[in-house]
């Protein structure tokens, strides 16, 4: 098993583009996340998905989308990329929510937006 | 006020040094709780759950006291692979699915 998988590795933008941060997982895990990490600031949830056709709003959802289409995929979209979306991004999985169990981190996207 | 609190640290302790975290957490529907590690510019993996009774793993021992709202992590023995950040990190959940949030992380870093 591959785990969760990440793409791009890095990243550079200009103000105002757009683009998709990828993850997919391999463990037919339920349940899916996205965080950003910021230096002293921890880990905040953007947006989390249950299921296919269901996600919901984390912590700092402002300037990002999210789908899901299918169990394994979950994209997060910029839709115009502001510098203060400057972070590294993790995506992680794991079965069923609401349960005792370990979330599976990706490796994460380190983005930079000028 | 953050829902997770940790000290920032750095922990710069000797190896075979017994060092000890605490993160704090202000909701008190958090329903369960972790210790995840991470290293520099890694993604982070779970350390440890963390349960009323406590919990032990080799040289890692976790508390939780849910009246204080506190989690605590000693590491005892400390070997220089132990440097990492440390995150604690709590969990609800209600009908729209996990609400894990975490700290800030604490830093340990063991010298010679």
């Known amino acids: 098993n591959a785990g969760v998988t990440q793409t791009p590795k890095f990243q550079v933008l200009k103000t105002g583009q757009s683009m998709t941060l990828q993850c997919a997982q391999d463990m037919n895990h339920e349940y899916m996340s996205w965080y950003r990490q910021d230096p002293g600031m921890g880990l905040r949830l953007i947006h989390y998905?249950?299921?296919?056709?269901?996600?919901d709003q984390g912590e700092v959802p402002n300037g990002y989308n999210v789908s899901r289409s299918t169990t394994e995929d979950f994209p997060l979209r910029l839709l115009s990329a502001a510098p203060s979306q400057t972070s590294v991004y993790f995506c992680?999985?794991?079965?069923?929510?609401?349960?005792?169990?370990?979330?599976?981190f990706g490796p994460g996207t380190r983005l930079t937006v000028l | 006020r953050k829902e997770v609190e940790q000290d920032p640290g750095p922990f710069n302790v000797p190896e075979g040094a017994t060092v000890a975290f605490n993160c704090t957490y202000s909701?008190?529907?958090?329903?369960?709780f972790f210790w995840y590690r991470q290293d520099c510019r890694k993604e982070p993996k779970l350390l440890m759950s963390v349960y009323s009774s406590g919990n032990e793993d080799g040289r890692f021992t976790a508390q939780l006291n849910r009246a204080s709202q506190y989690i605590s992590l000693l590491i005892r023995d400390s070997k220089l692979s132990d440097s990492a950040t440390y995150l604690c990190a709590v969990n609800r959940w209600n009908n729209a699915g996990n609400m894990l949030t975490f700290g800030g992380g604490t830093r340990l870093m063991v010298k010679p």
């Open positions: 992680a999985s794991s079965t069923l929510a609401g349960s005792d169990n370990e979330q599976f």
């Open positions: 998905s249950v299921g296919a056709g269901i996600t």
């Open positions: 909701n008190s529907a958090s329903q369960s």
